[in-house]
């Protein structure tokens, strides 16, 4: 199982930005990807999730700003609309087990649901 996030980039408030997370190894058919971020002193937050059924999740810091989508083949986006400068973090997608979007609804997105990261990719969004 291999993740890779790229995408990154330094971009002014209010601006977008599109990661990507090539997965390898495993059948997205099959499983979750989650979209994690970890700014500086602050713990990693789930900041999106897409189960193997598209349905999808996201908690009310980015709702409306933020959209994961499966591309087609192995990679899952995540589109960064009207970004702030409390976006700031290094973004992580991880794969967990195939939990429908009503489960992190509940749940919300943990680290503990997810088994494999991969590397991040750092987003900084300037004032």
């Known amino acids: 199982v291999q993740l890779q996030a790229s995408g990154g980039g330094l971009v002014q408030a209010g601006g977008s930005l599109r990661l990507s997370c090539e997965a390898s190894g495993f059948d997205l058919d099959y499983h979750a990807i989650g979209w994690f971020r970890q700014a500086p002193g602050k713990e990693r937050e789930g900041i999106a999730v897409i189960a193997s059924d598209r349905s999808t999740y996201y908690p009310p810091s980015v709702k409306g700003r933020f959209t994961v989508s499966r591309d087609g083949g192995h990679t899952v986006s995540l589109q960064m609309n009207t970004l702030e400068p409390e976006d700031t973090a290094i973004y992580y997608c991880?794969?967990?087990?195939?939990?429908?979007?009503?489960?992190?609804?509940?749940?919300?997105?943990?680290?503990?649901?997810?088994?494999?990261w991969g590397q991040g990719t750092l987003v900084t969004v300037s004032s």
């Open positions: 991880a794969t967990g087990i195939n939990l429908k979007a009503a489960y992190y609804r509940d749940a919300g997105i943990k680290v503990s649901q997810f088994t494999s």
